[in-house]
């Protein structure tokens, strides 16, 4: 028995592909009903979804949100690139999804009841303790649940983490962020299916626009943190006329949208885990934001959990011995998670926004949510389910 501790997009993943493997699963999370919803909406990049179609998830995911087949730059003088395209148009797997988070957390865990896989809500993990002969969850409520290992999927603040590195915490990017959501922010038609980055000169910012109509946003701000009781209390409004000025002075549209929004705007600071922290104890292991969270400009954190999913129950299921499937898992992700923790950082830390010539799409290839998506030889073989995976 493996107990998944955390049913959001990496413990509802790794239920799959564990199940998948061949091995039996619960889950336990603490929400009473769904998940957590931090993140509003997020991109969901070629390489999570083929991760997903390796367990036979990727169905489960195509009805929500809506596709994403390009991306084009702006400069903060309204200069824009042309648009370059996200994924290979013509194969629908390798294709970007926005998605609202909530919405992708509801499906994966439809899809993983749907396989008959127990669900436990309202169970908060407190403490873990390993021992020879299996590892003990105790939560929050007094209860307890025995297994074999356990997979710690609880997210930034992980209870499992704390488990095995005590002490180690997220910390803050160096970014705040604002979501934002319009229906009257009257992009043209054309804007449809593309991703519109604009690097302002205080504020990086991103729009794009539902098959509905409705106009998703995004901006990143460069300054000390957001506080804690000001994200709580403050109304969208009061975010709102705090951002205004920010875009106000760009030839772009980032202040058309951001003043037609009235009401569904949130903030949330940008946290990335240091790296080099300790995943694995003897029955214990972290995936996902708990192993290895990443601030959210390469826009990777959802894929690389999907990512982590398959690799670990392919590591699981190939290894000579739960310890050496865990070792295996560590050694075939912590690289790749870690590159994109840095990659993220690089673009996020303090100075001011880096400037773009926007003048040909040829800077695009180096864009590090784009490199991070490819789907080269060595990943594909990594992620094909039956491909083993290589000691
Ligand atoms: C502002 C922002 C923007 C982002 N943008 C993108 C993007 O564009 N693309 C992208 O791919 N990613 C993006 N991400 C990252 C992405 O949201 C995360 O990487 C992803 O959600 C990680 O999934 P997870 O399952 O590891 O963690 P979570 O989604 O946080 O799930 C953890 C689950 O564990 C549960 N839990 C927590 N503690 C316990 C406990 N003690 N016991 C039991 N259960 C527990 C929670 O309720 C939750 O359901 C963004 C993140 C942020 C904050």
Not at 152 to 160: K, P
Not at 279 to 307: F, Y
Request: hydrophobic residues 40%; glycine residues 12%; contains cysteine.
């Amino acid at each position: 028995m493996i107990l998944v501790i955390g049913g959001g997009i990496a413990g509802s993943a790794a239920a799959l592909a564990l199940h998948r493997a061949g091995f039996e699963v619960t889950v336990h999370e603490a929400h009473p009903v769904t998940g957590a919803d931090i993140g509003a909406f997020l991109t969901l990049a070629s390489n999570g979804i083929h991760a997903l179609d390796q367990i036979g998830a990727a169905e489960a995911v195509s009805g929500v949100g809506f596709p994403l087949t390009g991306m084009r730059a702006v400069d903060a003088g309204g200069a824009r690139s042309p648009s370059v395209p996200l994924g290979s148009p013509g194969r629908k797997l390798t294709r970007y999804r926005c998605v609202r988070r909530a919405d992708l957390g509801s499906a994966l865990q439809r899809e993983v009841r749907r396989r008959g896989i127990p669900v436990r809500h309202g169970a908060r993990l407190a403490a873990v303790a390993e021992g020879r002969r299996g590892v003990t969850a105790v939560f929050a409520d007094g209860s307890s649940a025995h297994g074999d290992y356990l997979v710690g999927a609880d997210g930034l603040g992980s209870a499992t983490r704390a488990h095995l590195a005590p002490g180690v915490r997220p910390q803050y990017a160096g970014q705040y962020v604002f979501y934002g959501y319009t229906a009257d922010a009257g992009l043209a038609d054309a804007e449809g299916e593309t991703l519109t980055m604009i690097r302002g000169s205080r504020a990086d910012f991103g729009h794009l626009r539902s098959p509905a109509g409705e106009t998703y946003w995004f901006a990143r701000v460069r300054g000390p943190a957001a506080a804690r009781d000001a994200i709580a209390t403050h109304p969208p409004r009061a975010w709102r006329d705090r951002l205004l000025p920010l875009v106000a002075g760009d030839r772009t549209r980032a202040a058309d949208i951001v003043a037609a929004t009235e009401r569904e705007l949130r903030v949330t600071n940008a946290l990335h885990l240091p790296r080099g922290v300790r995943w694995r104890g003897r029955r214990t292991v972290l995936i996902g934001d708990a192993a290895h969270a990443a601030s959210p400009a390469t826009g990777q954190g959802a894929s690389m959990a999907m990512e982590d999913a398959v690799i670990l129950a392919k590591a699981l299921r190939d290894a000579q011995g739960a310890p050496e499937g865990l070792a295996r898992y560590e050694r075939h992700r912590r690289p790749r998670v870690e590159r994109n923790i840095g990659m993220s950082h690089m673009r996020t830390a303090s100075g001011p926004p880096e400037r773009v010539v926007v003048s040909s799409a040829r800077g695009w290839p180096r864009s590090p949510q784009r490199a991070l998506s490819q789907l080269d030889d060595a990943l594909r073989r990594l992620l094909d389910w039956d491909t083993p995976l290589p000691a």
